[in-house]
Nanobody, 121 residues
Framework: QVQLVESGGGLVQPGGSLRLSCAASGSIFSINAMGWYRQAPEKQRELVAVTTSDGSRNYADSVKGRFTISRDNAKNTVHLQMNSMKPEDTAVYYC???????????????WGQGTQVTVSS
């Protein structure tokens, strides 16, 4: 019903920058929130940043001041600008969206396939 496709991952040196993008498509009536999570090897998935339809943004403490989440409501896309990156930012990054596919009912949570981000010299 709803597909999320991420792009922009890769290898970056410590102190460098990357920009992730995620596009939602399919049967979308409205999107309540979009965000980014990450999962490092042998660790649990954790929230990185989230933005809601009213424009509010929340960040994990570990990325505040370095990462910026932005959203284009007209295009159903969300971006994550990552600056001053550290080796501990290395993880698979997942996009998620809370989507209503109809005007009625409850929204569902949808996930992208993930994109690898590696911070290493």
């Amino acid at each position: 019903q709803v597909q999320l496709v991420e792009s922009g991952g890769g290898l970056v040196q410590p102190g460098g920058s990357l920009r992730l993008s995620c596009a939602a498509s399919g049967s979308i009536f409205s999107i309540n929130a979009m965000g980014w999570y990450r999962q490092a090897p042998e660790k649990q998935r954790e929230l990185v940043a989230v933005t809601t339809s009213d424009g509010s943004r929340n960040y994990a403490d570990s990325v505040k001041g370095r990462f910026t989440i932005s959203r284009d409501n007209a295009k159903n896309t969300v971006h994550l600008q990552m600056n001053s990156m550290k080796p501990e930012d290395t993880a698979v990054y997942y996009c998620d969206a809370v989507v209503k596919t109809e005007s009625w009912g409850f929204p569902g949570v949808y996930w992208g396939q993930g994109t690898q981000v590696t911070v290493s010299s």
